[in-house]
């Protein structure tokens, strides 16, 4: 099976960086995902790591160590848009398929 | 880049009949779908995969006769939920596997489901 955590919500002041923590156990690892997803809407690609190391994408970077079942997402320059839920996603070989973990309300305020 | 057009985006529907939502691939071949229920505040579970012209393979816990998944073409899949009860109420979203931006995957914008 598969086992992937995420913390449930975190806070944060506009302007400032955020960091959401995502571990995960499966076989047949194939990558990461990070996606963003406002309520009531379809989630939206942000990054995918399959390599350790970090991959920088403007404001937002991910993170990812293979031996340590371990990915974080990065937010800096928080903005007010920013506030949605982060959602981790891990996609095993067999079938392609991606398990995500159950996301991170991330709350921005002034 | 690659678009998947999921119709209808809400519906409301009465307990006991079918609802059947769509979801086309846009200018490429999608030979595998991935459909997923999302409930108020929870992440997306995948209920089933369907790959074109073949039977889907549903994950553990999801009745496939409740969840009809018909995938006759490379650009469009159906999941069409049937008998709905209230608990069906939830946010169903699709996802096609793709080329472009998205590392091999695209989604639907979802459908909002609401049995009464």
């Known amino acids: 099976g598969q086992n992937i955590d995420q913390p449930t919500e975190m806070t944060a002041t506009e302007g400032a960086i955020v960091q959401i923590n995502c571990t995960y156990q499966t076989s047949g690892f194939n990558g990461l995902f990070w996606y963003q997803q406002h309520a009531g809407e379809a989630p939206t690609f942000l990054s995918y790591n399959v390599l350790d190391g970090l991959e920088e994408k403007g404001r937002f970077s991910s993170f990812l160590s293979r031996s340590k079942g371990y990915s974080y997402l990065l937010l800096k320059e928080l903005q007010m848009k920013d506030s949605a839920s982060y959602l981790c996603a891990v996609k095993r070989a067999a079938g392609n398929k991606l398990t995500f973990g159950g996301g991170t309300r991330v709350l921005v305020k002034p | 880049g690659a678009v998947v057009s999921q119709h209808p985006s809400r519906v409301i529907c009465k307990s006991g009949t079918s609802v059947k939502i769509e979801c086309r691939s846009l200018?490429?071949?999608?030979?595998?779908m991935f459909w997923y229920r999302q409930f108020p505040k929870q992440s997306l579970m995948l209920m089933a995969t369907?790959?074109?012209?073949?039977?889907?393979?549903?994950e553990q816990g999801v009745e496939k006769d409740k969840f009809l998944i018909n995938h006759a073409s490379l650009t469009l899949s159906t999941l069409t939920v049937t008998s709905a009860h209230p608990e069906d109420s939830s946010f169903y979203i699709c996802?096609?596997?793709?080329?472009?931006?998205?590392?091999?995957?695209?989604f639907g914008s979802g459908t909002r489901l609401t049995v009464v």
């Open positions: 996802s096609a596997s793709s080329p472009g931006e998205g590392y091999g995957y695209t």
């Open positions: 369907s790959n074109e012209g073949s039977k889907a393979t549903y």
């Open positions: 200018d490429f071949q999608a030979t595998t």
